[in-house]
């Protein structure tokens, strides 16, 4: 079986502030991980993938995350917040010989002036 | 390419009726998978079909349906409506079916409210 625990459900950082948006993955097999990002009123839009390519992903917007086995980790950070970074973000995970995602249950990033 | 779209964006409906939501994946895209997202239990995965069989279904009751046309395009239905249907009902397409590394690329979703 696979899970995601997303530790926070709301994070409010300063604009220039770093982001860490936390996410732990549960799965018996080697899994791969996946960001989503979903603005109001919108669909979900990847942000990055872990392939086991890299343990180190950087993605889109400036954002990247680090998968961490030994931890079961793959926290999503970006060195500065920005006004538009404000949405809520998904942690998602998928292991072999499973066809769907499963998602965490979202953390809403609000970004202050 | 255009992206994964979704008709209608809104709906309304009482109890008691049916609902059919469509779904037009990515052109070249033969894989299409539903899911639900409520506030209550998150997003949570409906089914997956690939050219026109369903692969995998989730833990839902089966007033919920779906299916695919030769051309990709897929519709859920949902029947007998009840208030705790009201949700957001996302698709996804991606390439290939069976790979986990794929990328789900998601539709803007359909609002639906059950009153």
């Known amino acids: 079986a696979q899970s995601v625990t997303q530790l926070g459900s709301h994070v409010s950082v300063s604009e220039g502030a770093l982001v860490l948006l936390r996410c732990n993955y549960s799965?018996?097999?080697?899994?791969?991980l996946f960001w989503y990002v979903q603005y109001p009123n919108q669909g979900l839009q990847l942000l990055l993938k872990?392939?086991?390519?890299?343990?180190l992903v950087k993605g889109i917007n400036g954002f990247e995350a680090e998968f961490k086995k030994s931890e079961t980790s793959f926290h999503l950070t970006k060195p500065s917040a920005h006004m538009s970074d404000a949405a809520e973000y998904f942690c998602a995970v998928r292991t072999g010989s499973a066809r769907q995602l499963t998602f965490g249950s979202g953390t809403q990033l609000t970004v202050l002036p | 390419k255009a992206g994964v779209t979704q008709t209608p964006r809104y709906l309304i409906k009482t109890r008691g009726q049916q609902v059919t939501l469509s779904c037009s994946p990515i052109s070249g895209h033969r894989s299409v998978s539903w899911y639900q997202q409520t506030p209550g239990q998150g997003l949570q995965f409906l089914f997956e079909y690939f050219s026109e069989t369903q692969r995998n279904k989730g833990n839902f009751p089966g007033r919920f349906s779906g299916r695919q046309f030769s051309n990709s395009r897929s519709e859920m239905n949902v029947s007998t409506l009840e208030l705790g249907d009201s949700a957001l009902y996302l698709c996804a397409s991606s390439t290939l079916a069976g790979t986990p590394q794929e990328t789900q690329y998601f539709g803007p979703g359909t609002r639906l409210l059950v009153l």
């Open positions: 799965s018996s097999v080697p899994p791969y």
């Open positions: 872990y392939t086991s390519a890299a343990t």
